[in-house]
């Protein structure tokens, strides 16, 4: 089924990103999402109500949030059957991702209906592009358990990995957290980004051993919402692997420094590291 008039949504559900404090930040296609949708499913209606009127929208608005996501996910299903476009919103950023929304996503791809991604802003990439720590890769951690065995199991499962690890964290707990991830992770720069697009947006690199010491010094630095951003492990090199030595040091220095120096370190010979090394480079 598809509608013809004019710039109407074809049925479905349109998972929509909004602003994660700046308004300005808002796509023009979820801002035509919005405005042309049949029902605007919500995590908190005054909050979304508030945007909707900023940017002089009317559409019809439902509460959708974590305690009646399972229900609310069915009145989207017959919705959507009944050939009506629903946008799907959170407070801010993205729905599903640390919150709600995954499980109306999840009822309406099983009930073979379609699903339209409508992306925007994001606390995880505004704070990994403002980082400025270098990394082949990130975990997104979201929230961490608040305390007990399931935090020191999670902490644990994080240093064990070689990434760049993102975590969101709430004002009362992001000093526990930071004292955490020092015990934990070990040795570590961290990014602690706050307030995000917002007016007392800040963004702080700090070393992990007195993360928690820098944030207490200040009670500013524990107002707003948290995005905290750890720097990644280096690879363990196997000290009796030329090839790993090599590789290293070629990330660093030019081909034949680095292979004077894999000399030196290996005791290989200098014609077998070379021709390794024009191999690397390829």
């Known amino acids: 089924m598809k509608r ?19 308004l300005g930040d808002i796509t023009l296609r979820a801002v035509e999402t919005l405005r042309a949708a049949d029902v605007v499913a919500a995590e908190d209606t005054r ?18 949030h974590e305690h009646n996501e399972r229900r609310g996910a069915e009145r989207v299903v017959e919705w959507i059957r009944e ?18 929304g995954a499980e ?16 925007g802003a994001s606390a995880l990439t505004a704070a990994l592009s403002a980082s400025g720590l270098a990394f082949e890769g990130c975990v997104f951690a979201g929230f961490l358990p608040a305390k007990g065995a399931a ?13 760049a690890i ?3 964290e709430a004002p009362h707990r992001v000093k526990d957290t930071l004292a955490d991830l020092h015990a934990s992770l070990g040795e570590r720069d961290v990014v602690i980004a706050r307030e995000i697009t917002k007016r007392f947006e800040s963004i702080e690199r700090v070393p992990l051993a007195r993360a928690a010491e820098w944030i207490a010094e200040d009670g ?11 720097e990644g492990r280096a690879p363990a090199v196997d000290a009796t692997d030329p090839r790993a030595i090599l590789a290293l040091l070629l990330a660093e220095m030019p081909l ?7 000399v030196k370190l290996t005791g290989a010979r200098r014609n077998d590291l070379y021709a390794m090394a024009l191999e690397l480079k390829k």
């Open 4 to 22: 013809m008039e004019g710039d109407a949504l074809e049925p479905g559900l349109y998972v929509v990103a909004t602003p994660i404090g700046n």
């Open 47 to 64: 909050n979304t109500r508030g945007l909707l009127t900023h940017l002089g929208i009317s559409s019809r608005l439902v509460a959708l």
């Open 83 to 100: 050939g009506k476009a629903v946008a799907l919103v959170t407070d801010a950023g993205t729905p599903g991702v640390s919150d709600p």
């Open 104 to 119: 109306v996503v999840g009822v309406v791809r099983a009930a073979g209906l379609r699903v339209v991604p409508v992306p």
């Open 151 to 163: 935090r020191r199991e999670k902490l644990a499962a994080l240093a064990a990995g070689p990434w």
């Open 166 to 168: 993102v975590l969101f």
């Open 220 to 230: 500013d630095r524990t107002r707003g919402e948290f995005v905290l951003v750890v």
């Open 256 to 262: 034949k420094q680095a292979v004077a120096l894999a």
